[in-house]
T-cell receptor
Framework: DQQVKQNSPSLSVQEGRISILNCDYT??????FLWYKKYPAEGPTFLIS?????DKNEDGRFTVFLNKSAKHLSLHIVPSQPGDSAVYFC????????????FGTGTRLTIIP | NAGVMQNPRHLVRRRGQEARLRCSPM?????VYWYRQLPEEGLKFMVY????????ESGMPKERFSAEFPKEGPSILRIQQVVRGDSAAYFC????????????FGPGTRLTVT
């Protein structure tokens, strides 16, 4: 039962353009959402998060949008840079006090110079 | 400020042997989570520990796997009598346990069972 889904296994974007990564979830108890970036042979690196009481959060080139009614969130990266090439994981948590994360299967982003 | 430390980074075990994976959380973090990533899959939650307590082990196989986070020292994930299907990357994450949900991950231990 995949509660967090990233339906695009891969995405290629030209350098300087916008990258949009999508994530859907099924569990309505999720109230906090996070994006992680992962390079090969390294651990995931936290990028940005959003609480369910908000619909948008920005941090530099990264913006996360949350649509609770559609159970959908997206990560926008603009402008995309070659160093952004990595696998991006969407994750969700519920239950303050036990923030175990449920991860999607990841989207491999390739930035084309 | 050192990040989450995991060792060893690579571990090779023959079927039937024991594997011990260690995790030292970030300074000031009292919550530790273990996740497993199988090839071409996302990370799957295994266990959540606080000092001397297992809070949630719902993601851990019932047999052969155990975890601890003693009062002193690192958290240990122990796999007894390893099988080929245990080959995976095992990641530890820590958090301060405040209202923020962000977890910070270590570099992982890549376990290969031959």
């Amino acid at each position: 039962d995949q509660q967090v889904k990233q339906n695009s296994p891969s995405l290629s974007v030209q350098e300087g353009r916008i990258s949009i990564l999508n994530c859907d979830y099924t569990n309505s108890m999720f109230d906090y959402f996070l994006w992680y970036k992962k390079y090969p042979a390294e651990g995931p690196t936290f990028l940005i998060s959003i609480s369910s009481i908000k619909d948008k959060n920005e941090d530099g080139r990264f913006t996360v949008f949350l649509n609770k009614s559609a159970k959908h969130l997206s990560l926008h990266i603009v402008p995309s840079q070659p160093g952004d090439s990595a696998v991006y994981f969407c994750a969700a948590s519920a239950d303050f006090g036990n923030e175990k994360l449920t991860f999607g299967t990841g989207t491999r982003l390739t930035i084309i110079p | 400020n050192a990040g989450v430390m995991q060792n060893p980074r690579h571990l090779v075990r023959r079927r039937g042997q024991e594997a011990r994976l260690r995790c030292s959380p970030m300074k000031g973090h009292s919550h530790v989570y273990w996740y497993r990533q199988l090839p071409e899959e996302g990370l799957k939650f295994m266990v959540y520990l606080q000092k001397e307590n297992i809070i949630d082990e719902s993601g851990m196989p019932k047999e052969r796997f155990s975890a601890e986070f003693p009062k002193e020292g690192p958290s240990i994930l122990r796999i007894q009598q390893v099988v080929r299907g245990d080959s995976a990357a095992y990641f530890c994450a820590s958090s301060p346990g405040d209202w923020l949900h962000e977890q910070y991950f270590g570099p992982g231990t890549r376990l290969t069972v031959t």
